[in-house]
């Protein structure tokens, strides 16, 4: 059975860098889409990016787009998530999910049956 692990987040200052990790265990990661969302305080959760299995499609939010940049090493089951020129708003516990790689990339939550626990990402001054 597929779990997964975030780590990585923490408090950044403006205009500074994170790199979010993903670790799956249990299964074989490559036999999985992997996708980011987060839920900023008092809001929805929102999509961020998705990679497919072995990483040849990648999709981002326009939120995101330019800035942040997830990649994956199967070998390590484990995806990431380059975060660069973070603002307050980015702010958000962020959250990976799974898929089975043949459905590909999503953007709705629901496309996803397993999720990690969540890591903190606070961008503040």
């Known amino acids: 059975q597929l779990q997964l692990v975030e780590s990585g987040g923490g408090l950044v200052q403006p205009g500074g860098s994170l790199r979010l990790s993903c670790a799956a265990s249990g299964v074989t990661l490559q036999y999985y889409t992997i996708g980011w969302f987060r839920q900023p305080p008092g809001k929805e959760r929102d999509w961020v990016s998705c990679?497919?299995?072995?990483?040849?499609?990648?999709a981002y939010a326009d939120s995101v787009k330019g800035r942040f940049a997830i990649s994956r090493e199967n070998a390590k089951k484990t995806v990431y998530l380059q975060m660069n020129s973070l603002n307050p708003e980015d702010t958000a516990v962020y959250y990976c999910a799974a898929r089975p790689s043949q459905q590909g990339c999503g953007s709705r939550g629901i496309m996803y049956p397993t999720w990690g626990q969540g890591t903190q990402v606070t961008v503040s001054s």
């Open positions: 990679i497919n299995l072995y990483g040849a499609y990648t």
